[in-house]
């Protein structure tokens, strides 16, 4: 299997640019649809440009994630306004109705709720997965009066299981952020029509839609210091009274708070870094504390109730370097030292 042409990584942005403006839109479910399955093929997928098989379940949990901030009362100038968003043109949208209840039931962060009432958390993804099936699924390709079949092909309410084409994990996997920046601006568009009249001209309604649930920072800075041994993750010089929670791999490239991601730093240190990627080095200490680490991050993340999933970062760690060496990217050695990244950085990951 090979990857997709450049002809047809331009065909498939087209493709989903035509589901955002021509699609049938009666619920924000299609756009929840597509960040899902792009999120899945960089957790699951790979650069061969081979088909992927992708569970529903899966993509229910993804459904959830999205959602579980957005069913919180939207908050304005730092303030409830006791309104909760409407996402469908009619009632309100029966995913948002399940979250709410689940929050209702249980309260506190998803992760705790998925850590603390097991029985709940399958209960909520079970309903979510037959939602799933039943309406956006197999309704996503619709674009007019005509069928899109690009991603996978047509389905039924019993499907568990589907099988995005040969080329679609690659297009999702390298166009990742700019993917993601055209669903959410979508969503956003699509939040602000049904919701108007209670939102007037509210510009920063993107940033509640979709900062996900985060953890507070602040609880891993512990378990980093004694990590790390009091020093910065980057230079090495002694942690004192300035010390930064520093994305390994940035937010800004794949938004998601996971333990093992996370590194201690200087402020200067984390600054500089901004949104890049670190040079080999930094990637070399990094995959090195996480596996001579390996059981003590663990078991002290998880005692702290703290997201937590090694493989999880490995998986995203790979496919952001796959992309800047793709296109000849810079990466970042420290302050306003910058290099190309080079050609030995897969074994730092493997070892």
Request: hydrophobic share 40%; glycine share 6%; aromatic share 10%.
């Amino acid at each position: 299997m090979t990857p997709p042409t450049p002809e047809e990584q331009v065909l498939f942005l087209r493709n989903v640019q035509r589901l955002l403006v021509e699609g049938q839109f009666t619920a924000s479910y299609k756009f929840a649809l597509l960040l899902a399955i792009a999120d899945l093929c960089v957790l699951k997928g790979d650069d061969s440009g081979a088909s992927l098989n992708l569970a529903v379940k899966d993509i229910a949990e993804q459904f959830i994630e999205l959602y579980w901030q957005q069913c919180r009362p939207f908050q304005l100038g730092g303030q409830s306004t006791r309104l909760v968003l409407q996402q469908n043109t009619g009632r309100q949208a029966a995913v948002i109705s399940k979250v709410i209840q689940a929050q209702h039931d249980f309260g506190g962060s998803l992760f705790k709720l998925k850590q603390s009432a097991p029985d709940l958390w399958r209960s909520l993804k079970s309903s979510v997965t037959r939602v799933v099936n039943d309406m956006p699924l197999w309704k996503l390709q619709t674009v007019g009066s005509e069928r899109l079949d690009f991603l996978y092909d047509n389905l039924d309410v019993t499907t568990t299981t589907i099988t995005l084409k040969p080329g679609v994990a690659f297009c999702f996997r390298a166009f990742y952020g700019l993917i993601r920046d055209l669903i959410q601006g979508a969503w956003v568009r699509f939040v602000q029509r049904l919701n108007a009249n209670e939102l007037g001209n509210l510009t920063d309604l993107g940033t509640f839609l979709f900062d996900r649930e985060r953890s507070s920072l602040d609880a891993y800075k512990q378990i980093l210091l004694d990590v790390q041994e009091r020093q910065c993750f980057y230079c090495q010089r002694d942690l004192r009274t300035s010390v930064e929670v520093d994305h390994f791999i940035p937010w800004s490239r794949y938004p998601t708070d996971l333990g093992h991601n996370f590194v201690l730093a200087h402020p200067r240190c984390n600054n500089s870094k901004s949104d890049h990627l670190a040079a080999e080095q930094h990637l070399q200490s990094w995959a090195e504390r996480n596996h001579s680490c390996s059981e003590e991050l663990a078991e002290r993340l998880r005692d702290a109730g703290l997201l937590h999933d090694s493989t999880a970062s490995i998986r995203i760690t790979e496919w952001a370097y796959e992309q800047v060496e793709k296109s000849h990217g810079q990466v970042w050695i420290s302050h306003a030292a910058f290099q190309h990244l080079g050609a030995e950085w897969r074994k730092f990951l493997l070892a």
